[in-house]
């Protein structure tokens, strides 16, 4: 279990706060519209209502005792860099802050941001490798080249095994898993044989793995 401070009750911190205590994570918020503080009361039973600008306020929190501070502000990034800069001055051991362009990224990682999301540009990348590529059922983005897909079964491969397509040196891809009515089955022996009912979970260069799925 960590504890984790979110700054900021919007969609975003809601929506984070309800995912990490459904993990088992202790969540404590810090809220300056009373409204919305009230309204997200369901969902996090420890909220601090203040201005997460004012260092004497976060100062009475003690962010040094939060693994992980959040701050989920992403209309404002002013407000964001403040409390990014006061968080690392006051000794907080991990943040993590939204941007919504790339130069807000570099700003926050030169001024004391560990890790930096693009929520909505997160989201909407996703969707449209989801949905507008062809035979790709999801996608996991590791870095700028490197990606984990959930793919069709090629046409060409279906009914031959893994060591007669020879996926690892012909397509430079890594099979992690197999995926069947809805059931996920790891650690593929070399002598699986490709079904067309069911998807891979694959993983490897973008440009490679989009080139095996057109």
């Known amino acids: 279990m960590k504890s ?12 984070m706060s309800q995912k990490l205590i459904e993990e088992g994570n202790e969540v404590f918020a810090i809220e300056r519209d009373e409204e919305i503080a009230d309204s997200s009361i369901d969902i996090v039973s420890n909220i601090q209502i203040g201005d997460a600008r004012n260092e004497m306020f976060i100062k009475s929190i003690g962010v040094r005792n939060f693994d992980i501070c959040v701050i989920a502000i992403g209309d404002n990034f002013q407000t964001t860099l403040e409390i990014t800069v006061l968080l690392k001055d006051l000794g907080a051991n991990f943040i993590i802050a939204r941007a919504s362009r790339d130069v807000h990224k570099k700003l926050l990682l030169r001024n004391g941001a560990d890790y930096v999301v693009y929520a909505e540009r997160d989201i909407a990348e996703k969707l449209a490798v ?24 090629p046409n060409s491969w279906r009914g031959k095994s893994i060591i007669e397509k020879s996926i690892r ?6 099979i992690l898993a197999t995926k069947k009515n809805g059931k996920l ?3 593929i022996d070399p002598n699986h044989v490709f079904s067309s009912d069911e998807s891979l979970m694959v993983m490897g260069r973008h440009s490679d793995i989009k080139q095996l799925t057109k």
């Open 130 to 153: 989801k949905f507008g590529a062809k035979n790709i059922f999801d996608y996991i983005e590791l870095n700028e080249e490197y990606g984990i897909y959930e793919i069709a079964v």
């Open 4 to 15: 984790i401070l979110v700054i900021g009750l919007g969609r975003f911190g809601r929506h």
């Open 169 to 174: 040196n012909k397509y430079n891809i890594s």
């Open 185 to 187: 089955h790891p650690m």
